[in-house]
């Protein structure tokens, strides 16, 4: 914000600073090899030249091409009515002119011009200038000016190229990050459906048996145990609907067996030891009954994690320490290989977890290690099981 507002004020500066420069030549009577050097009336040179030079730089880079314009033809003017002096002011006002238009007015072939055209003026009607060497040496100061003002357009022209296409990377990266959310949270609906279907699928099987153990006068109870036999099948049923429409086309299996969960972390490792990373399990405090989901959600955040260790550790030794808390269980997955970057990956296996966790009211790091490798630590909270 303070730059936005420090360039208009700077140009405003500058401006006055020239217009009070201008002012002072005229009314100090400077002369150049014994003529004046803003020759013609006093009072119109105070009065409408040098404000007409000068004031339209306040606007160099907010109106550039209409500051140059005012310039430039305020120069041709004066030169052709009043003829070409020699005013230090006047130098410096064509100079930051020609550097200001053809750096923010986008149209350096024109301004380089009417620069041209403008001086050739003031060239051919000012008495004072000697010889060749003040042509040239004038003249070549302007293309200097001109040609920075040039280089300077086109920097920032690639300053503004880089800033949009960091935009749509962001925006991308943003738009990737949020397809991959949706897909993960799709597999795990799929994963929970697994769940419940099965858990339900029970509840039918024991309605069933304890219909079949019931009297024939105990019509209460058993209309009750219809009910809840009628209720399941009615949920199975919409969770089926369900499954529809969050399975993929190649994932159609419709199968409603249990998901995995601690109790096969055993078997996991040794699948991840096969593949050729060395792994270390270690648990500490009393393994507890976990509800069906959580535990799921465990695994997986272990399993992504020696996932990554396998990817990207270079086959160095991975550990995974489960701790049992008293109201949490924490999940620690380590390597000791090379790392990657600070732990705020946005690819779906980081995605994922976090899902998992914070589907259960958890917390998620991940990043590498002070001591080398990487890292990659959860906290869910216990709830007891059903």
């Known amino acids: 914000m303070r730059a936005a507002l420090a360039s208009p004020l700077a140009d405003a500066l500058l401006a006055a600073a020239l217009l009070c420069l201008g002012e002072a030549e005229l009314l100090g009577g400077s002369t150049y090899q014994g003529a004046p050097v803003w020759p013609g009336s006093e009072a119109v040179n105070a009065l409408i030249v040098i404000p007409a030079l000068t004031l339209p730089l306040a606007f160099r880079r907010t109106r550039p091409l209409a500051a140059f ?3 430039m033809t305020t120069i041709a003017l004066a030169s052709l009515l009043l003829g070409g002096g020699e005013a230090v002011t006047l130098f410096i006002v064509m100079v930051v002119a020609v550097y200001s238009g ?3 007015a986008g149209r350096p072939g024109l301004v380089a011009v009417i620069a041209a055209v ?8 000012d008495p004072q200038v000697h010889g060749v060497g003040d042509v040239v040496f004038g003249f070549g100061l302007f293309a200097v000016a001109w040609v920075f003002g040039l280089a300077v357009s086109r920097r920032q022209h690639r300053i503004v190229s880089l800033e949009r296409t960091t935009v749509a990377l962001e925006a991308g990266r943003e738009e990737h990050a949020r397809a991959a959310v949706a897909r993960e949270r799709g597999r795990i609906a799929r994963e929970l459906h697994d769940v419940v279907a099965h858990a339900v699928s029970v509840i039918v099987v024991q309605s069933q048996a304890g219909q079949r ?3 024939q006068d105990e019509d209460k109870t058993r209309g009750a145990l219809e009910a809840i036999e009628g209720t399941a099948r009615q949920a199975l049923d919409e969770m089926r609907r369900l499954l529809v429409m969050l399975r993929d086309v190649d994932d ?8 995995p969960g601690l109790a096969q972390l055993d078997a996991l490792a040794g699948q991840f030891r096969e593949a050729g990373l060395p792994v270390t399990v270690e648990v500490e405090g009393e393994a507890v009954p976990l509800p069906a989901g959580l535990d799921l959600s465990a695994y997986r955040v272990i399993q992504e994690g020696l996932t990554n260790a396998l990817k990207h550790g270079g086959g160095a030794p991975a550990a995974v320490r489960l701790r049992y808390g008293e109201r949490d269980l924490e999940l620690d997955v380590t390597d000791a290989g090379e790392g990657r970057g600070q732990g705020e990956g946005s690819g779906h ?4 977890m976090r899902e998992r966790v914070s589907l259960y009211g958890g917390e998620l790091e991940s990043g590498p290690r002070p001591e080398g490798g990487f890292r990659l630590r959860a906290r869910l909270p216990l709830e007891p099981a059903p």
Not at 118 to 125: E, K, N, P, Q, S
Not at 252 to 259: I, N
Not at 349 to 352: F, P, R, T
């Open 252 to 259: 159609a299996s419709g199968t409603t067996s249990p998901q």
């Open 213 to 215: 153990t019931l009297g």
């Open 349 to 352: 296996g980081l995605v994922g």
């Open 69 to 71: 314009l005012a310039v």
């Open 118 to 125: 403008a001086a050739t003026l003031h060239v051919v009607r």
């Open 102 to 104: 053809a750096a923010n």
